[in-house]
Structures are given as C-alpha cells and as structure tokens.
C-alpha cells in the first residue's frame, strides 16, 4: 500500500491489518537535502507505537513497545538528493520483531527483540510526513511538535509480510489441517 504526503491519517483497523502478528517493511521515497528533517511516518501514539525519523541528518526508528519503554535505533546519515530509506520488521517468534534500517538498499542497523504491538496498540493509524495527535514518542514530541517532514517526501510504501512463527493465523491454518484429517 502506497500513501503519499497530504494522504489523511490511515483508518486504525486498516493499518494495524499491515503488521498484526506479521513481517512487513516501510519503504521512503524521499530527495533529501542537508537540514530536511521530521516524522516520514508515524504508525501509533504513546500507548505504543513506531515512527521513522530524520533528525539532525541521521535516519532513526523511535519505537514505543507500549510498556513503558522507548527503543531507538539510528541508521546513520542520509545522502543528498533521490534516496530509498527502509525499515524491516521480521516477526521472528516470541512474540517479536527484529528491525532493520538500510538507506538505498544497504543495511545500516538492526535491534531484535523488540515486542509485536498489539492487541490495542497501535490506537492510531498511519499518518505520513508527521505525528500530529498523540505522539508515538513524548520526547520527540517536546522537543519539535508534531514534527512535519520539511523535506521533499514522495511516498511511503507498505508492504505486509508473512505472519509471525507463532501467529494466531498459523494456529488456525494448523487447527484446519488437524480436523481435515479426522473427517
């Protein structure tokens, strides 16, 4: 799913659809120029939440695990001109993700263990460009507002993955399979 700057918050259920229990990945088309910064996307308010970042030229994930703990991870530096900035999210079991960021394709950083949001969070659906209602991360919030992306933003693609090892889908795919064999 491709949202475009200006696009109105996405529909909660609608956004939570893209990562429940779930790999995904957030690519940002962006033209970047030295001193562009704000929120590219924040999906999540602080009841839990993530949100992509620039700020101060670095490329960062602010991740709020909606347990009282903030994660950051700081994919470096952003090139000027035309660039691709990614965030994976691998659901690897357990209940959680491993994130990645690349800029143009090549990794840059990863944190593993960081909790699957759910069931309730995240409360707000994606908004792109910035963080206007309740902010993902309180700190960033304080410091710049909802933080809109001074930049030349494109576009933000979503694009949902397979589902968690241990996801309530694959029990149920598992539970079908079961009673197929005893009919």
């Given at each position: 799913m491709t949202l475009l700057p200006g696009t109105p918050q996405l529909e909660r259920w609608r956004?939570?659809?893209?990562?429940?229990?779930r790999s995904f990945s957030i690519d940002v088309s962006l033209s970047y120029a030295a001193g562009d910064a704000g929120i590219l996307v924040a999906?999540?308010?602080?009841?839990g939440g993530y949100a992509l970042v620039v700020d101060g030229g670095s490329y960062r994930l602010v991740f709020n695990d909606g347990r009282g703990r903030m994660h950051s991870l700081?994919?470096?530096?952003?090139?000027?001109?035309?660039?691709?900035?990614?965030a994976d999210f691998d659901a690897v079991g357990g209940?959680?993700?491993?994130?990645?960021?690349?800029?143009?394709g090549v990794e840059r950083a990863?944190?593993?263990?960081?909790?699957?949001?759910?069931?309730?969070?995240?409360f707000e659906g994606?908004?792109?460009?910035?963080d206007r209602k309740s902010p993902v991360s309180w700190a960033l919030w304080e410091e710049h507002g909802c933080f809109p992306f001074s930049g030349a933003l494109r576009s933000v693609t979503?694009?949902?993955?397979?589902?968690?090892?241990d996801s309530p889908v694959r029990m149920l795919e598992m539970l079908q399979e079961?009673?197929?064999r005893f009919e």
């Open positions: 956004s939570q659809r893209l990562i429940w229990y999906h999540g308010d602080q009841g700081d994919g470096g530096g952003v090139p000027a001109g035309d660039t691709r900035l990614t209940g959680t993700w491993t994130a990645r960021l690349s800029v143009d990863a944190l593993e263990g960081l909790p699957l949001l759910f069931p309730m969070a995240p994606i908004s792109i460009g910035t979503y694009t949902p993955g397979e589902p968690a090892p079961m009673g197929a």
